[in-house]
């Protein structure tokens, strides 16, 4: 999901995407080989609703199909770089422009969040294509001496409505507040000054360690 206010500063829009991953073997053979969920086009999905008792013979073979529209529509054959360009790419220009944008995913563990997000080395995610378009446009920026730009980083969780500072783990839990330059923040976080998109991927690693759920970049099976 992805939301930004570039276009304009006073009409927020939020796209809303969906990935469907690959089946795994124990799931193929649940459902014979036939999925649950069918892409029918870009925008449009069929979700099979099958019945919560399967000992009626008269139904166990039947079920129902709910329809829905998204913005956009992934199957489990869509490589990275094609969810990157049409949902988050658009983004980083706003962003340079001094504007919010915000992604993020949303599903059950085991969705494919983690992998969504960061990937792996030879099939990066959107957060890792992000940092890397960012940054080759603040360097072709510097270049042309139009703007100069400066990056800071944080990393925090909010888990059971607290909220952490993962890069400085013996923090307290930090308070949300509002703040009359930079509006509403997390008093006390620390930022980092980075300079490339390694800098920050080495900072997450790092922030990793001390999250209450644990995950790994480049993990397929997290989140």
Same mark, same amino acid.
């Given at each position: 999901?992805?939301?930004?206010?570039?276009?304009?500063?006073?009409?927020?829009?939020?796209?809303? %995407?969906?990935?469907? *991953?690959?089946?795994?073997?124990?799931?193929?053979?649940?459902?014979?080989?036939?999925?649950?969920?069918?892409?029918?086009?870009? *925008? !449009? &999905?069929?979700?099979?609703?099958?019945?919560?008792?399967?000992?009626?013979?008269?139904?166990?073979? *039947? !079920?129902?199909?709910?329809?829905?529209?998204?913005?956009?529509?992934? $199957?489990?054959?869509?490589?990275?770089?094609?969810?990157?360009?049409? =949902? =988050?790419?658009?983004? &980083?220009? /706003? &962003?340079?422009?001094?504007?919010? %944008?915000? +992604?993020?995913?949303?599903?059950?563990?085991?969705? /494919?969040? =983690?992998?969504?997000?960061?990937? =792996?080395?030879?099939?990066? /995610?959107?957060?890792?294509?992000?940092?890397?378009?960012?940054?080759?446009?603040?360097?072709?920026?510097?270049?042309?001496?139009?703007?100069?730009?400066? #990056?800071?980083?944080?990393?925090?969780? #909010?888990?059971?409505?607290?909220?952490?500072?993962?890069?400085?783990?013996?923090?307290?839990?930090?308070?949300?507040?509002?703040?009359?330059?930079?509006?509403?923040? +997390? %008093?006390?976080?620390? $930022?980092?000054?980075?300079?490339?998109?390694?800098?920050?991927?080495?900072?997450?690693? *790092?922030?990793?360690? !001390?999250?209450?759920? +644990?995950?790994?970049?480049?993990?397929?099976?997290?989140?």
């Amino acid at each position: 999901m992805a939301q930004t206010d570039v276009d304009d500063a006073n009409d927020t829009k939020v796209l809303v %995407a969906l990935r469907v *991953r690959p089946l795994s073997h124990k799931e193929l053979e649940d459902c014979n080989g036939e999925a649950d969920v069918q892409i029918m086009d870009k *925008r !449009h &999905v069929i979700v099979k609703i099958m019945p919560k008792s399967l000992d009626d013979p008269l139904r166990g073979n *039947r !079920h129902r199909e709910k329809r829905y529209t998204f913005d956009y529509a992934f $199957d489990e054959h869509t490589d990275q770089a094609e969810i990157y360009n049409l =949902t =988050t790419r658009i983004l &980083v220009d /706003g &962003v340079l422009e001094g504007f919010n %944008a915000t +992604v993020f995913a949303y599903g059950a563990t085991g969705a /494919g969040k =983690t992998y969504t997000m960061i990937g =792996t080395p030879d099939s990066p /995610g959107i957060m890792v294509l992000t940092l890397q378009d960012l940054f080759e446009r603040i360097s072709k920026s510097d270049e042309a001496n139009e703007f100069s730009f400066k #990056v800071t980083f944080n990393y925090l969780e #909010v888990y059971n409505e607290n909220i952490q500072d993962l890069l400085s783990p013996s923090s307290v839990y930090l308070d949300l507040r509002e703040d009359p330059v930079k509006g509403m923040c +997390v %008093a006390g976080i620390s $930022d980092w000054e980075v300079s490339s998109a390694a800098d920050i991927l080495e900072l997450l690693r *790092r922030g990793n360690r !001390h999250r209450s759920q +644990v995950t790994s970049l480049g993990s397929t099976t997290a989140g």
